[in-house]
């Protein structure tokens, strides 16, 4: 079966056939493969990306003013990408691979 890659907005999208039964909003994360894409389903209870709690944590222990308390809690939020893109880079440059339990050790979970 062959399907073709479309452009919507700023975003390409890759049409799935109904018969694979999915549901709209599923979540799905990406992997390049060499031999193609590979999707894979991901739980939506399972945001690995979502730090809210522990930056939350971190600031209720610092004791910040009402005043910096929010503006900080947007500012370490916004650090989280370019964070995970380093470890990336970080990761692509060694060796060996990190376990998951490794990452997180390094990731402070």
């Avoid at 079966?1 to 907005?9: P, W």
């Avoid at 990306?49 to 370490?76: G, V």
């Avoid at 370019?82 to 470890?87: A, Y």
Wanted: glycine share 4%.
């Amino acid at each position: 079966m062959l399907t073709k890659v479309r452009k919507q907005g700023n975003s390409l999208t890759l049409t799935v056939p109904s018969k694979f039964k999915l549901k709209e909003g599923m979540s799905m994360e990406p992997e390049l493969k060499a031999e193609g894409i590979f999707y894979r389903f991901v739980p939506d209870s399972t945001d690995i990306f979502d730090f809210d709690k522990d930056i939350l944590r971190d600031l209720l222990a610092e004791n910040l003013d009402p005043e910096t308390f929010l503006s900080e809690f947007e500012r370490r939020k916004n650090e989280i990408p370019t964070m995970i893109r380093q470890l990336a880079d970080q990761a692509k440059k060694q060796e060996n691979a990190m376990t998951r339990e490794e990452l997180a050790k390094e990731i402070g979970l």
